[in-house]
């Protein structure tokens, strides 16, 4: 039972241009939502979050959307950099679980192409 | 300030054998995290421990896998009789407050393979 789901794999985008990854969920309870990234060898960082309450939430070139009717969100890079190369993982969390229980997507693998 | 050290950073074991997998939170934090990652699959929770206690195991199968954070030392995640399914990255985690938020951080991943 997928209840965070990245359906895209990958994606590759042109330097300069907006990255859009996506996010559905399944789960009416979850509250809070965060993006996160990673490296290969590495552990995942928290890159921006968003609560429930809100719709919209930005820090620099990123961006995060929640269409809670839909049980969607997405992230918005712009502009995007070969830096921004990485794996990128939604998760969400639902008070009742407790907020220490992340549910994670699969995760998109984005490529930042010069 | 050293960030969340987990070790070994890879770990061979053959089937049948022991798992110890170490996890250092930053400093300030009591409470601790495990998430495992499967190939080509995002991270599942494990447990959430905090000094001393077990406060929720319920992403832990039940059998062969254990976890503690002693008052003393790092948090160890221990893996009874591996088997091949047990191969993924284990990732640890900590925060200073009870909730897996934007101040929580995750350490480098324990990648295990068994043979």
């Known amino acids: 039972d997928q209840q965070v789901k990245q359906n895209s794999p990958s994606l590759s985008v042109q330097e300069g241009r907006i990255s859009i990854l996506n996010c559905d969920y399944t789960?009416?309870?979850?509250?809070?939502f965060l993006w996160y990234k990673k490296y290969p060898a590495e552990g995942p960082t928290f890159l921006i979050s968003?609560?429930?309450?809100?719709d919209k939430n930005e820090d620099g070139r990123f961006t995060v959307f929640l269409n809670k009717s839909a049980k969607h969100l997405s992230l918005h890079i712009v502009p995007s950099q070969p830096g921004d190369s990485a794996v990128y993982f939604c998760?969400?969390?639902?008070?009742?679980?407790?907020?220490?229980?992340?549910?994670f997507g699969q995760g998109t693998r984005l490529t930042i192409n010069p | 300030n050293a960030g969340v050290m987990q070790n070994p950073r890879h770990l061979v074991r053959r089937r049948g054998q022991e798992a110890r997998l170490r996890c250092s939170p930053m400093?300030?934090?009591?409470?601790v995290y495990w998430y495992r990652q499967l190939p080509e699959e995002g991270l599942k929770f494990m447990v959430y421990?905090?000094?001393?206690?077990?406060?929720?195991e319920s992403g832990m199968p039940k059998e062969r896998f254990s976890a503690e954070f002693p008052k003393e030392g790092p948090s160890i995640l221990r893996i009874q009789q591996v088997v091949r399914g047990d191969s993924a990255a284990y990732f640890c985690?900590?925060?200073?407050?009870?909730?897996?938020?934007?101040?929580?951080?995750f350490g480098q991943g324990t990648r295990l393979t068994v043979v």
């Open positions: 400093k300030g934090h009591s409470h």
């Open positions: 789960n009416s309870m979850f509250d809070y």
């Open positions: 968003i609560s429930s309450i809100k």
């Open positions: 421990l905090q000094k001393e206690n077990i406060i929720d």
């Open positions: 998760a969400a969390s639902d008070p009742i679980q407790g907020a220490q229980k992340l549910v």
């Open positions: 985690a900590s925060s200073p407050h009870e909730v897996l938020n934007t101040e929580a951080f």
